[in-house]
């Protein structure tokens, strides 16, 4: 089993099973073998290859390709070294139009199909949120899924999709007749609500008469989060724009994006309740879908088989599980132990040491310090002295490499691998942006702290040698050429994939801070579900006992909506809570310029009880209810614009940890 480039120069020899033979591996598992590489240096890449292309971005000479072959080297002499079993991944084939139902699952729309499909009304909310894009992706997807329950003769009523949109738009009174290209009505009435009174505006990037991207000129290099990234790609489509706008492969410097400010604040992960996470979990996998639809490029989620797994101990241990450990020695830890104290570990010597990452520790000590730390890292009796600051970067990728499930997820590994295929690097970054909202929580955080320290080691690149570029190619690796897939792996292991990949993980450190940014167009399509739930919530029936539960809160809140004049909250002024301060209520005037972070610094302000002990950084201002759940605002929000995006909210300041 062996694959070979050599038009590239290089040849990667897989290792044979102990038989010698050429069979597939065992079912139960594989042993891990030695990989040999040879790099031939005297082949020149030819001109024109197929990398030389945006989706592998940037022109790739083979001396810092060199640093992903040696990576890799590296990598398979540490698993030749170890000579346990470990079973392969199975990734399942999934049927006809298994994929789609699977996919209708995570969007959370399984009751447009199957014997629940009867009872879709709180999917006719959602849908009602979407974009002319987003429906597509959805209207194909159940498209499938209908057929195949039709060819299975499924004894359940299967609607007609056409059936499932036709409502979503008659229900508006409005069937998008598509005058305009790429573009939906799917926002509310602009003045009034159902109820006839006055109603926030949402845009959700369709065709509403002037959105707010218009009042503002959008460069090449500003991302716009206003406007649906699918529904940007359907528009660039069609128009010189999108020509214009397709990265060169010789270009040696990645592009300065910048997002341009949001006077309502800007909303990143961790900001909103876990309610409306789930919703944009399901909307950013339909928009991605989308954007995938509109490029050309096939998205397709992979499914592993659930394998034994590892339930204690440090290597080869899911994160879920290490979690759990670790949360009963640190309550509320959400970054696994020893990858914090590797990292520490690191840290501790000098971040200027030449070559750091690059150079391996060797590979038999690492074997040791690996069963060492098994056995007393959490014993607390491990000798952190005995470990070399280069064991503690090898410690780190092997961390990375052996958890059971890649920490980009089996689900979507092979994705964040295709974004290299998409025409520009603007919508890469999109499609990055919208996968990190995807992850699980404990990989997405872990993930986070991975690239903060990787920008730390960069920043001390005059001194260690170690740019963008060079971090990139050595973790690249460890990040996408994962063990459980078996020989798969080392067969796409080509130079296109090398350098694609690498780039991917160039864009992820870059860009860290936009990728954890959740865009303003999905934060809107969540307040416009919520404000249509609670308009359903309140014509049924059945919702009149627990109504009854809160008719505290309901008489406040219309005491707020009937008297907006009331004494005690005059016009333009908003009441903010402080329930953990001395000072635990305030009527705060709205003016143009007031920020979040003015109002804190008021209270702040106050020189009694426990304020003086708070810091500025330690507490936020929350806006709670009315359209969100909860969201916490950045300092630069302006209040006036957000209060008219939300008048029925209430606002609180806490800490983020509470």
């Known amino acids: 089993m062996s694959w070979r480039s050599g038009s590239r120069g290089v040849v990667l020899t897989a290792y044979h099973p102990s038989g010698g033979g050429d069979g597939d591996d065992p079912p139960g598992g594989r ?4 990989y040999t590489m040879n790099h031939d240096h005297s082949k020149k890449i030819p001109d024109g290859a197929s990398f030389d292309r945006s989706g592998s971005q940037d022109s790739l000479d083979e001396l810092s390709m060199d640093d992903y072959w040696k990576e890799l080297e590296n990598i398979h002499e540490t698993r030749g070294n170890n000579h346990e079993e470990r079973a392969a991944l ?6 006809e139009g298994e994929l789609e139902e699977e996919w209708l699952k995570e969007a959370g729309l399984s009751n447009l199909f199957g014997e629940s499909s009867g009872d879709s009304l709180e999917s006719m909310v959602f849908l009602s949120t979407l974009t002319r894009t987003q429906k597509a992706a959805v209207e194909k997807r159940v498209e499938t899924v209908t057929q195949t329950m039709r060819k299975k003769n499924k ?9 499932i949109f036709r409502v979503q738009n008659d229900s508006k009174g409005k069937v998008c007749d598509g005058s305009e290209p790429s573009t939906v009505r799917t926002s509310e009435n602009k003045s009034e609500t159902q109820d006839g009174t006055k109603g926030p505006n949402f845009s959700l990037g369709m065709d509403e008469q002037k959105t707010p991207a218009e009042d503002m000129p959008f460069s090449d290099t500003d991302i716009n989060l206003e406007i649906s990234f699918a529904e940007q790609a359907a528009n660039l489509k069609d128009s010189s724009i999108g020509k214009m706008c397709k990265g060169g492969g010789g270009d040696t410097l990645l592009p300065n994006f910048r997002l341009p400010k949001d006077k309502t604040g800007t909303t990143r992960i961790g900001d909103l309740a876990p309610q409306d996470m789930k919703k944009v979990y399901s909307l950013a996998l339909i928009e991605l879908t989308a954007l995938y639809d509109i490029l050309g490029t096939e998205f397709k989620q992979q499914k592993a088989v659930k394998i034994k797994t590892k339930d204690s101990g440090l290597f080869g241990v899911p994160l879920s599980v290490l979690l759990e450990q670790d949360q009963k020695k640190v309550p509320g830890t959400k970054i696994p132990l020893i990858f914090q104290k590797l990292i520490a570990q690191i840290e501790e010597a000098t971040l200027e040491t030449e070559g750091l990452l690059r150079i391996p520790g060797v590979a038999t000590r690492i074997k040791s310090l690996c069963q060492e730390l098994e056995a007393k890292f959490y014993e607390g009796t491990f000798n952190w002295e005995n470990v070399k600051q280069h064991d503690a970067a090898s410690l780190l990728k092997l961390f990375i490499r052996e958890l059971p499930q890649p920490l980009l997820t089996v689900e979507y590994l092979k994705a964040f691998q295709d974004v290299q295929n998409l025409p520009t690097k603007k919508q890469q970054l999109q499609a990055l942006n919208l996968l990190v909202l995807l992850l699980p929580e404990a990989n997405r955080d872990t993930l986070k702290v991975l690239l903060e320290f990787l920008q730390r080691v960069i920043d001390h690149r005059d001194k260690n040698k170690m740019t963008l570029k060079n971090v990139a190619m050595v973790m690249a690796p460890n990040l996408f050429t994962f063990h459980g897939f078996g020989s798969k792996t080392i067969e796409q292991s080509e130079f296109v994939m090398a350098a694609g990949t690498a780039n991917v993980m160039r864009f992820m450190i870059q860009y860290q801070k936009l990728l954890w940014t959740i865009p303003k167009f999905i934060v809107n399509q969540v307040r416009k579900q919520n404000t249509e739930s609670q308009k359903k919530e309140k014509k049924d029936k059945s919702m009149k006992k627990l109504l009854k539960k809160m008719a505290y809160d309901r008489e406040k809140h219309e005491k ?8 005690d909250v005059p016009q333009g002024v908003i009441r903010v809570q402080a329930p953990h301060l001395s000072k635990v209520s305030m009527a705060i005037q709205l003016t143009e310029e007031l920020k979040a972070g003015d109002v804190v610094a008021r209270f702040l302000s106050q ?7 708070l810091k500025k950084e330690e507490v936020f201002l929350y806006e709670i209810g009315g359209n969100i759940g909860e969201r916490c605002l950045d300092d630069d929000t302006y209040m006036k614009d957000l209060y008219q995006l939300n008048p029925n909210a209430e606002w609180v300041i806490k800490s983020k940890q509470s």
Do not use: L, M, W, Y
């Open 560 to 567: 707020q909506e009937k008297t907006p004049n009331d004494a």
């Open 90 to 95: 199975v990734v399942k084939e999934p049927d």
């Open 607 to 613: 020189k009694s009880g426990n304020v003086q002990t």
């Open 155 to 163: 004894q359940h009523q299967i609607p007609d999709v056409r059936d």
């Open 31 to 34: 042993r891990s073998g030695q």
